[in-house]
C-alpha cells in the first residue's frame, strides 16, 4: 500500500511540476522573443543616424583644410568611432535577426574557390595597410577543374563571403607587420574544407573556448586599438552552422592560428 501510495503521490508532483513548469516556460519564451524583437528594432532604427552621422562626418571631411588641426584630429576621431558604432550596430542586426529566425538562407551554387578569391580581394587593401601578405593556394596546377567541379556549394553566396571576410579580416587584424595569411580549399568527400591560416599573435589556450562566444575577445587592451566588435566569430559560427557545417580552431601564442570551416557541398 506504502509503495503504491507512494507511487501515486509521485505521479501528482510529476504532473502538477510539469503543470507550472510547463506555463512558466510560456511567459519566459514569450519575453525572450520580445527581447529579441527589440534588440532587432533597436539596431535597425540606429542605423538610420548613424548613416546620417557618417555622411555629415564626411562633408566636413572634404574640407579638412580649412580646419585647425586639433578639430581634425577630433573630425578623424569621431569618423572612426562612427564606423565602428555603423559595424557593431550591422552586426547586432545580424545577430538579433538570426536569433529570431529572421534570415533565410538564399542558397544557389558557389564555386568555393571563386568565392575564396573574391573575398580575398576585397581585403587586399586592408592586408597591405598592415603589411600583411595573403595567399591562395587551391588545387595544384593542372587540378584546378577539377577542384573547381568538386568544391562547389549549394550555399548563401553572401552568407559565406560574410564568413571569409570575418575570417581573413581577424587574420590580418591580429597579424604581425611582414605576416602572412594563407588560405587552402579543399574538396573532401561531400565537404568543402577553407582553411585560414595566419602567421600573427595566436590565442592563448585559456581563451580559445571562449572566442565564439558573443562580445569575447582574448586581450582586451590589445584587441581594443584593433577596433573589431567582439561579436564577429559569433556570425561566423552562425552561417557555418545555419549551412550545416562545423569550423574549428587550431591556435599558438606567438605563432599563429588556423581557423578551418567544413560545408557540405549540399544543402
Ligand atoms: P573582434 O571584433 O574582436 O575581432 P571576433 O569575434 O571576430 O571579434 O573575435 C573574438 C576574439 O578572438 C578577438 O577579439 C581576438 O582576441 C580573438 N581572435 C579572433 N581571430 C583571431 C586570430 N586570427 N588571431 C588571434 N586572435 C584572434
Redesign the pocket.
Known amino acids: 500500500i506504502l509503495i503504491s501510495l507512494c507511487g501515486g503521490l509521485m505521479l501528482v508532483a510529476g504532473f502538477l511540476g510539469y503543470l507550472f513548469a510547463g506555463r512558466a516556460m510560456i511567459p519566459i519564451t514569450r519575453a525572450f522573443k520580445k527581447l529579441r524583437e527589440f534588440t532587432a528594432d533597436a539596431s535597425h532604427e540606429l542605423r538610420a543616424p548613424l548613416t546620417v552621422m557618417k555622411a555629415s562626418v564626411e562633408v566636413v571631411q572634404e574640407h579638412e583644410d580649412l580646419l585647425p588641426p586639433f578639430h581634425r584630429e577630433a573630425l578623424r576621431t569621431a569618423k572612426a568611432e562612427v564606423g565602428r558604432m555603423a559595424e557593431l550596430v550591422d552586426h547586432l542586426l545580424t545577430l538579433a535577426r538570426s536569433d529570431a529566425g529572421m534570415i533565410e538562407l538564399q542558397r544557389e551554387k558557389v564555386d568555393a574557390v571563386q568565392l575564396v578569391q573574391e573575398s580575398t580581394r576585397t581585403m587586399r587593401a586592408a592586408a597591405s595597410m598592415n603589411g600583411v601578405s595573403v595567399q591562395v593556394h587551391d588545387a595544384p596546377a593542372g587540378n584546378a577543374e577539377a577542384l573547381t567541379a568538386e568544391a562547389s556549394l549549394i550555399a548563401d553566396r553572401k552568407r559565406i563571403k560574410q564568413l571569409m571576410i570575418?575570417l581573413i579580416d581577424?587574420?590580418i587584424?591580429?597579424n604581425v607587420p611582414g605576416g602572412t595569411v594563407e588560405l587552402n580549399v579543399r574538396a573532401d568527400g561531400n565537404l568543402v574544407a577553407i582553411a585560414v591560416k595566419?602567421s600573427?599573435?595566436?590565442?592563448a589556450a585559456e581563451?580559445l573556448p571562449n572566442?565564439f562566444d558573443r562580445f569575447?575577445?582574448?586581450?582586451k587592451s590589445r584587441?581594443r586599438s584593433q577596433g573589431?566588435?567582439?561579436?564577429?566569430?559569433?556570425i561566423a559560427q552562425w552561417i557555418v552552422s545555419a549551412h550545416g557545417g562545423s569550423m574549428t580552431v587550431e591556435?599558438e601564442l606567438g605563432v599563429g592560428?588556423t581557423?578551418t570551416v567544413q560545408l557540405p557541398t549540399s544543402a
Open positions: 570575418i581577424n587574420a587584424k591580429y595566419d600573427g599573435i595566436g590565442i581563451d572566442i569575447y575577445r582574448a586581450d584587441d573589431g566588435t567582439g561579436l564577429g566569430l559569433s591556435s592560428s581557423f
